[in-house]
């Protein structure tokens, strides 16, 4: 059974940085690529960037260049983001979602929210 | 960047009424068209890929259409347990990946 599991919820300064992580299990982790999407509060889907946890490529939308940065490890089967510089704009929730070569997203992780606040 | 505009924004209906979601792209986007479905409080779950695939375990009910820039989610038969926001989502091509505003569907 596919499986993506995010970190628990964050508080950040603004200023500061945080990292949220997304271990996959279930499948061969480097048969995927994996995306980051954003939703702020009661709001839609921003896509972030995808990692291709095999060669560590990736991808940003312009928006999200300075702010996230994609890592993944292979050997814990974990994809990470890291957004810096955390202003209000940030507080958001953040998933994790899958897509093979077919580009849609089959399968999502359940999320994790930041908050930004001082 | 490919814009994606999906009306309507809300929606309400009955119980075993049949809705339709439309979503329209800012150029043609060759049948690269997703839907998924947001319950309160949940991730995302993919429906529908390449504009009329259902997905895995996806209800009948369930079902996509369209081509070039015009695209449609139609839901036939509506259960309590589709009330959800509904998103669309382009993959043509190259990225960044959009997603329409949302439809959030309720019962009336």
């Known amino acids: ?118 | 960047d490919i814009q994606m505009t999906q009306s309507p924004a809300s929606l309400s209906a009955s119980l075993g009424e049949t809705v339709t979601i439309e979503c329209l792209a800012s150029e043609d986007i060759y049948s690269n068209l997703a839907w998924y479905q947001q319950k309160p409080g949940k991730s995302p779950q993919l429906l529908i890929y390449y504009a009329n695939s259902l997905n895995d375990g996806v209800p009948s009910r369930f079902s996509g259409s369209g081509s070039g820039t015009q695209y449609s989610l139609k839901i036939n038969s509506l259960q309590s347990e589709d009330v959800s926001i509904y998103f669309c989502q382009q993959n043509y091509d190259s990225p960044p990946w959009t997603f329409g505003g949302g439809t959030k569907l309720e019962l009336k």
């Not at chain 1, 480097?30 to 991808?59: A, C, F």
């Open chain 1, 1 to 118: 059974e596919v499986q993506l599991q995010q970190s628990g919820p964050e508080v950040g300064r603004p200023g500061s940085s945080v990292k949220i992580s997304c271990k996959a299990s279930g499948y061969t982790f480097t048969d995927y690529v994996m995306n980051w999407v954003k939703q702020s509060p009661g709001q839609g889907l921003e896509w972030i960037g995808w990692i291709d946890p095999e060669y560590g490529s990736t991808d940003y939308a312009e928006k999200f260049k300075k702010k996230a940065t994609l890592t993944a490890d292979t050997s814990s089967n974990t994809a990470y983001i890291q957004l810096s510089s955390l202003t209000s704009e940030d507080t958001a929730t953040y998933f994790c979602a899958r897509s093979g070569g077919a580009r849609y997203f089959d399968f999502w992780g359940p999320g994790t929210m930041v908050t930004v606040s001082s």
